[in-house]
């Protein structure tokens, strides 16, 4: 019932830019955290970023300084903008969310979108 939709993903060449948005259903759900994670063929799902109520926002260690994540109550909509891109950060980005819905707690995840850095 509660779906999330992503948007943003493409191809950019190493050093450029790209921004992420996911927007949750602000009419019945509530997040209390939305966040991002990647996943990369052959490898483990990475925390990327996650921004919680009070707008404190957290990072894995790889993307800080360069991402910045932020959150738009209007539009219950999280976006991670992506500097300084490099090969390492290609792979499909999940939006991830933890909130209610009335009184019940859910974690969401989105389908995916892909991100590819390459010259």
């Known amino acids: 019932q509660v779906h999330l939709v992503e948007s943003g993903g493409g191809l950019v060449q190493p050093g450029g830019s790209l921004r992420l948005s996911c927007v949750a259903p602000g009419n019945i759900f509530s997040p209390w955290e939305m966040g991002w994670y990647r996943q990369s063929p052959g490898k483990e799902r990475e925390f990327v970023a996650r921004?919680?109520?009070?707008?404190?926002?957290d990072y894995g260690d790889s993307v800080k300084g360069r991402f910045t994540i932020s959150f738009d109550s209007a539009k219950t909509m999280v976006s991670l903008e992506m500097n300084n891109l490099k090969p390492d950060d290609t792979g499909v980005y999940l939006c991830?969310?933890?909130?209610?819905?009335?009184?019940?707690?859910?974690?969401?995840w989105g389908q995916g979108t892909l991100v590819t850095v390459s010259s």
């Open positions: 991830n969310t933890v909130g209610f819905m009335g009184e019940r707690r859910l974690e969401v």
């Open positions: 921004i919680g109520r009070g707008g404190v926002s």
